[in-house]
C-alpha cells in the first residue's frame, strides 16, 4: 500500500469529533466543554475561574481560546477536515463568570467557510468572532 494511503495504526479513534475536542490537552487545561454540536454549529462552555487578567475580569487569551474551541469544532464536525485560515475577535464587554460560545457557520463555497461565534456571559455579549476555515486534505481525521 502507497504510504500517503496508510493508516497511522498507533492513533486510536474516538467516538466522535466532539470527544477528540473535549479531550484535547488545551481544552482540558481551560476546562472547555462542548455540550452541543453538528456540522456547522457548536455551543461551547467554560468558566473564568483561574483565567482572569490582573484587573480581574477573564482573560482576552481565554476569551479567545473559547470561541476558537466553537469554531474548531463546528468546522470540523461533518466530513470535511479544515483549519483556520483567517480570524478576527472583538472584545465587547469584560465577564467574570461561566462563559459560552455559540458557533454557526454563515457561508460556504466548498473550499472557504466562515463562521460566526458569539460569546456569552448569561444574555450579555462579550466578543464576537469570525473565522475563515479552508478544506485541507493533508491533515489526518
Known amino acids: 500500500m ?17 470527544s477528540d475536542f473535549n479531550q484535547s490537552e488545551f481544552a482540558l487545561l481551560l476546562g472547555m466543554q462542548i455540550i452541543e454540536a453538528h456540522d456547522g454549529y457548536a455551543r461551547v462552555v467554560m468558566d473564568c475561574t483561574g ?27 461533518g466530513a470535511a477536515t479544515r483549519i483556520a485560515v483567517s480570524v ?13 460560545a455559540i458557533a ?9 467557510s466562515t463562521f460566526r461565534v458569539m460569546v456569552y456571559e448569561g444574555d450579555r455579549v462579550i466578543a464576537e468572532f469570525d473565522g475563515v476555515a479552508i478544506e485541507s486534505h493533508e491533515i489526518p481525521r
Open 51 to 77: 483565567k482572569k487578567n490582573p484587573r480581574g475580569v477573564a482573560h482576552g487569551g481565554a476569551v479567545f481560546a473559547l470561541a476558537d474551541q466553537a469554531f474548531g469544532i463546528a468546522a470540523n464536525y
Open 2 to 18: 502507497p504510504a500517503d494511503q496508510q493508516k497511522d495504526c498507533s492513533r486510536q479513534p474516538t467516538a466522535t469529533p466532539v
Open 88 to 100: 478576527h475577535i472583538q472584545y465587547v464587554a469584560p465577564a467574570t463568570g461561566p462563559l459560552v
Open 104 to 112: 454557526h457557520r454563515v457561508a460556504d463555497n466548498g473550499n472557504y
